[in-house]
């Protein structure tokens, strides 16, 4: 049996499958591990190419097994879909990520650091707030037009529907409909704060964050924008051009020939 150089390890919440080949391409290992086993079992593997697909939790697998002399690649997960043979469970995933990871043509996903992670964090929380507010104000909007009561569109004009919601003299409402009212009010004045809160992170990290204040001084992009692309993309370098990191973001559409149209 010839020493494992690569392995493929299939994340999972509880249970992690593991495949590993030799030099030659020949499974040598195939195992099923606890979470709590797999640093464990790491530690004790010569140093070799680990394979993950970047999907969630990969990065902080990607940094512990990195810590452990090991050299760890990410893919993203369609890529490795077309090296799956047989019926997808774990140990045919694993199996797939063992061979995509060996592919010379395979493309690869940078890890992100702990910080970088945290700088993605924040707009994610950022965007999770301002859906849950778009939400609770159109709720409110459509409430009180049942009750002949509207205001202009747009967010700023929320406080006057808020301010008819507290007005205790406006007889328009009845006292159900005020209380009920009043606690979607509160959750929205609630969310305002954590959005204003995160932005405030947002703004002091653009401004220790060389590479953001660069991308800021392009014309239409502020801040928010700039942070965003800064804490995202963690090698620049890995496009090759514009048009690529285009294409990445979704602005290029994408290409689909019709299959089989040949020209007589």
Not at 90 to 99: F, K, R, S, T, V
Not at 119 to 147: D, S, Y
Not at 206 to 230: D, E, F, W
Not at 240 to 263: D, I, T
Request: proline fraction near 5%; charged fraction near 20%.
């Amino acid at each position: 049996m010839g020493e494992v150089t690569t392995i493929g390890l299939d994340l999972a919440k509880h249970v992690f499958q593991v495949h590993g080949v030799d030099a030659d391409g020949t499974t040598v290992l195939r195992k099923q591990l606890r979470r709590g086993q797999v640093l464990a079992f790491f530690s004790r593997q010569p140093s070799c190419l680990v394979g993950l697909e970047a999907c969630a939790t990969a990065h902080y697998w990607a940094r512990e097994l990195g810590a452990l002399g090991h050299e760890v690649r990410l893919m993203p997960a369609q890529y490795v879909k077309a090296y799956v043979k047989r019926n997808k469970n774990d140990a045919a995933d694993a199996a797939a990520i063992c061979e995509a990871v060996r592919r010379p043509t395979m493309r690869f996903v940078p890890a992100k650091t702990a910080d970088q992670q945290a700088a993605v964090l924040l707009h994610r929380g950022r965007e999770r707030l301002v859906r849950q507010r778009t939400a609770l104000v159109n709720a409110l909007r459509a409430h009180l037009a049942e009750f002949g009561m509207i205001a202009p569109q747009g967010l700023r004009n929320v406080s006057k529907l808020i301010a008819v919601i507290r007005d205790e003299g406006d007889t328009r409402l009845p006292v159900v409909a005020r209380q009920v009212l009043e606690v979607l009010a509160v959750q929205i004045e609630q969310l305002d704060a954590g959005i204003a809160a995160l932005e405030q992170q947002l703004t002091a990290w653009h401004k220790s964050n060389p590479v953001s204040q660069r991308l800021a001084t392009i014309p239409g992009i502020g801040p928010i924008i700039a942070t965003a692309i800064a804490a995202t993309v963690v090698e620049p370098t890995a496009f090759r051009s514009g048009r690529e990191f285009a294409a990445w973001l979704g602005l290029v559409p994408r290409q689909n020939p019709p299959c089989g149209r040949f020209n007589f």
